[in-house]
Every structure is written in C-alpha cells, then in structure tokens.
C-alpha cells in the first residue's frame, strides 16, 4: 500500500529559511501528483497554501514556494515568522479519483 | 468569497450511521469536485471521497469501501457522506472541500463526529 511521507517535524528559527517534503513509498513525485500543501493551526481548518506543484494560493506570502525536488514535492519557507509554526501537509493524486495526505510535518519556529 | 456551510455535531453508538451535509453559501462552482477529508483527534489529515457533481461519479479511498456512500442533491447543491458501521476510530472532524485548481481549495469548518457508547 503506497504512502505518503513527511518529515514528523521541523524546527526553524525566526528568518531563516526551511524545506518541507513529500514522498512516496514507491515511484516519484511528478506534476502528475498534483501536489498541494496545507497549514494547518490547532483548532482550524486547513488553509490552503500551494496548489499545481508550485502556485500559490490567493493570498499566500511569497515566502512560501512549491517545488519538485528530485523524486519528492517541496515545500520552503524563506524567511519563517514565528506565525508559520503550524502542521503542514501535502496531498497528491494518486489516480483513479483517488487522492493520498501526507502524515503533516509540525513546524515549530523558535 | 464562497463558503462551505455544514451541518452540525453528531453523537452516534457504535455500529449506527452517521450524514453529514455541506453546501457553499452561494449557488456557484455547482460543477467543482467536492472532497470530504477526516481528521482524528490528534491525527493529521485523511481523504476519504470524491464526487463529480456533473455526473455523481464518486472514488472512494480503500479503507472505506463499503460502509462510505457520498452524493449531491442537484436541486440544492447540497453534498452528502453518509458513513455506516461507526465504531470508536471514527470519531473525528469531518470536512468536506471544494476543488478549484486540482487541489482542496476551499474548506468547511468542519463537522465533529463522536462515536461513543
């Protein structure tokens, strides 16, 4: 059964800069996957952040970009603030109608 | 700006069924795919279905075959998951999303269901 993997979690400071990702347990992520990605704060719904591998969403601080990056999806923050710390997750097509979630990276910004 | 509007808290026994509902705020993107996703309580996000409101063609993830049916109502644009054979696993926030982009871009708040005896 094919799973979708994110890092647990991440830790960055104030201004610098991180990068999520997103694999899967078998065969790569391509444009085809449909890559989305999600923040998410305690309490709320999801929001999302970037759609089609790489646009962002109405909205979206240009800090955040989507990217492939060799066999798995991207996610960086250039210049985190302490309002990113939150649990991102991303979501591909796998086919078929059928969609997959990664488990969320929680990130914390300190 | 549209919204997605769903129906309320549900307490359900172990073994009943349980409908959600969700419709946007206004009569519009009455053709965009609607995706319902769950999230257990301290749990991360897990797509459950997927329904074209053109044609009613729905995909469904594989651990919910069987007891998970969703559909539309074209009169109301209403949307529809209907998930049987509760048990305790299932107790979770159930949110339904719109697609514009080939993604999950709008969300309902969400709907939280309790299944406990």
């Given at each position: ?5 994110q890092e647990p979690s991440f830790s960055v400071s104030p201004g610098g800069t991180v990068t999520l990702t997103c694999a ?13 990605w999600y923040q ?9 952040l970037i ?9 979206v601080p240009d800090r955040f970009s989507g990217s492939?990056l060799?066999?798995r999806a991207a996610l960086t923050i250039t210049g985190a603030q302490v309002d990113d710390e939150s649990d991102y997750y991303c ?11 990664g488990?969320g990276t929680k990130l914390t910004v300190l | ?117």
């Open positions: 059964q094919t799973v979708v993997t899967l347990s078998s065969g790569s992520v391509s444009t085809n996957s449909y890559v989305s998410q704060t305690p309490g709320q719904a999801p929001r999302t759609y089609g591998t790489n646009t962002r969403s109405s909205g492939i060799g066999n979501v591909l097509y796998m086919g078929s109608g059928i969609w997959l979630f488990g | 700006q549209v919204r997605l509007v769903q129906s309320g808290a549900e307490v359900k026994k172990p073994g009943a069924s349980v409908r959600v509902s969700c419709r946007a705020s206004r009569n519009t993107f009455t053709t965009n795919f609607r995706h319902w996703v769950r999230q257990a309580p301290g749990q991360g996000l897990e797509w459950m279905a997927v329904i074209n409101p053109t044609d009613g063609s729905t995909a469904y993830a594989q651990k919910f075959q069987g007891r998970l049916t969703v559909t539309r109502d074209t009169t109301t644009s209403t949307f529809y998951m209907d998930l049987g054979s509760l048990r305790s696993e299932d107790t979770a926030i159930y949110y339904c999303s719109l697609s514009l982009n080939n993604a999950f871009d709008i969300w309902g708040p969400g709907t939280v269901v309790i299944v406990s005896s």
